[in-house]
C-alpha cells in the first residue's frame, strides 16, 4: 500500500467554508461579485485593522494593483527583498519597472536594513519598495519604515505568507501604504486561489475595485478610459475565505506549535538551526525551516531526499532573485561586504512539513529521519 502523504503545508477545511458555499449557491451568487465578497473585505479591515480591503483574485494581483496605484511604470526603479518567491517581483516587470534586489539579514531573513540604505542612496528616485515578510516572520518594520519615511518612498508590503503576524501588536500588512496577502493553496488560511490588497487609502481601494473588475466607466454603454483587469474575487471562493478566517487564530496556533516541536526535538543538535524569529514580533510560523551549519558535512539536498523516499514533503529555501536567470541583469544590493545572506540561507537552509493536521506520530517520524541523516 502507498505510503500516506506528509504534506509541506495543505489546506485545512472546517466547517464554515461548506455553509458559506452552499448559501452561494442558494442564492446564485456564483460570479465575482456577491454579499460573501462585500463580507470578506470587511472582516479582513476588521481581523487586520488595514482600514479597507479590495478581495482578488490572487496575492499576485494584488501586487500588481499596488504597484499599477503608485503609478510605476516604464524605467521606474523598484526596490524589493531577495529572498522570496517570484510572485514579488514579476509584478514590477508587468509594468515595465526595472526591479534592484535587496538582500537579507541573518536576524529575520528579511530586508536587511543596512542593504536598503545603501540601495536608496544609489537609486533616490525608487518609487517603491516591496518588502516581503518570509516564512511568516516580520521583517525588521521600524528600522525599514524609518529608512523610507526618510527616502519618502512608499512601501507595499508582501505579506502573502504572513497574514496573522504582528509586529509590536500590530498586524504585518498594515504599516505600508499597502499590503497584500495570498489564499493560495498552500498559505495559513486558503480559497484554493486568492488574494487581498489593503490600505488605509479609501480613494486607493476603491479604484482597485474598479481596476479589477475592468475598469468599467460609470455609464450604461461599455466605455473605458482606463485599461482594466479581470482580477475580482468570485463570491465563491470568498465564501470559503469566510469560513477560513474563523479559523485563522487557530491555524497560527497549530502553526506555533509545530515550530515548538521543532525546536524542542533539535535543541540539542549543533548542527540544526531553525528559522530566526523577530523577537518585536508574534510570527504565525507559516513554514518553519532549518539551516545546516556551515561545517556540517550533510547537505540540505540529503535531509529533502530522505524524507522524500518516506512520501513526506519538504522544500528548498526559495532561491534568490539575484540567482534567477530572468533577473539576471537586475542590481542587487548585499547585507553585507562578506557576502549575500540570502544566498548562503539558500545553500544551507530547508523547510520543514509544517502542516496542522500532521499528527504526533507524523512529526515524531519527521524529526527521526532528519537526525538520522545527521547520525543523531
Ligand atoms: C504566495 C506568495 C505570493 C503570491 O500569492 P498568490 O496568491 O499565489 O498570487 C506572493 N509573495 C509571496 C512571498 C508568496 O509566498
Redesign the pocket.
Given at each position: 500500500m502507498e505510503k500516506k502523504r506528509i504534506y509541506l503545508s495543505s489546506p485545512t477545511m472546517h466547517v464554515w467554508e461548506q455553509k458559506y458555499v452552499q448559501e452561494a449557491f442558494d442564492t446564485n451568487w456564483v460570479a465575482p461579485i456577491g454579499p460573501h465578497v462585500n463580507a470578506l473585505e470587511k472582516e479582513m479591515a476588521d481581523y487586520t485593522g488595514a482600514g479597507y480591503a479590495a478581495a482578488l483574485s490572487?496575492?499576485?494581483?494584488a501586487?500588481h494593483l499596488a504597484v499599477k496605484l503608485l503609478g510605476i511604470g516604464e524605467g521606474d526603479i523598484v526596490l524589493c527583498s531577495d529572498l522570496?518567491?517570484s510572485?514579488?517581483c514579476n509584478p514590477i516587470c508587468y509594468e515595465k519597472a526595472t526591479p534592484v534586489f535587496v538582500d537579507s539579514e541573518p536576524g529575520t531573513w528579511n530586508m536587511s536594513p543596512d542593504a536598503l540604505r545603501r540601495a536608496l542612496k544609489k537609486y533616490p528616485d525608487a518609487k517603491a519598495v516591496i518588502c516581503?515578510h518570509l516564512y511568516g516572520t516580520p521583517a525588521k518594520l521600524d528600522e525599514i519604515m524609518e529608512i523610507c519615511r526618510e527616502a519618502n518612498v512608499p512601501v507595499i508590503e508582501?505579506a502573502?505568507?504572513s497574514l496573522s503576524s504582528t509586529y509590536k501588536g500590530r498586524q504585518t500588512g498594515t504599516f505600508g501604504r499597502f499590503g497584500i496577502y495570498?489564499?493560495?493553496g498552500n498559505?495559513i488560511i486558503t480559497t484554493s486561489?486568492?488574494?487581498m490588497l489593503v490600505s488605509e487609502d479609501k480613494d486607493a481601494i476603491d479604484h482597485a475595485r474598479f481596476l479589477s473588475t475592468q475598469a468599467r466607466d460609470p455609464a450604461r454603454h461599455y466605455q473605458h478610459s482606463h485599461v482594466g483587469y479581470n482580477y475580482r474575487m468570485s463570491n465563491v471562493v470568498a465564501a470559503i475565505g469566510r469560513g477560513q478566517l474563523k479559523s485563522l487564530d487557530l491555524h497560527k496556533q497549530l502553526k506555533q506549535e509545530i515550530r515548538h516541536t521543532y525546536e524542542k526535538a533539535f535543541a540539542d543538535l549543533e548542527e540544526i538551526c531553525l528559522n530566526p524569529l523577530n523577537p518585536d514580533g508574534d510570527a504565525n510560523c507559516w513554514l518553519t525551516c532549518m539551516t545546516l551549519s556551515p561545517d556540517c558535512p550533510v547537505t540540505p539536498d540529503q535531509i529533502m531526499d530522505a524524507l522524500e523516499e518516506e512520501n513526506i514533503e519538504s522544500r528548498p529555501i526559495w532561491k534568490p532573485m539575484h540567482l534567477q536567470p530572468v533577473f539576471a541583469d537586475c542590481d542587487f544590493f548585499p547585507h553585507s561586504e562578506s557576502g549575500s545572506v540570502g544566498e548562503d540561507i539558500f545553500a544551507r537552509g530547508l523547510c520543514l512539513p509544517s502542516d496542522i493536521k500532521n499528527t504526533k506520530e507524523d512529526m515524531d517520524q519527521i524529526i527521526a529521519i532528519v537526525r538520522g541523516v545527521l547520525g543523531k
Open positions: 490572487a496575492g499576485t494581483a501586487i522570496t518567491f510572485a514579488s516581503v508582501d502573502a505568507e495570498s489564499f493560495n498559505k486561489g486568492g488574494g
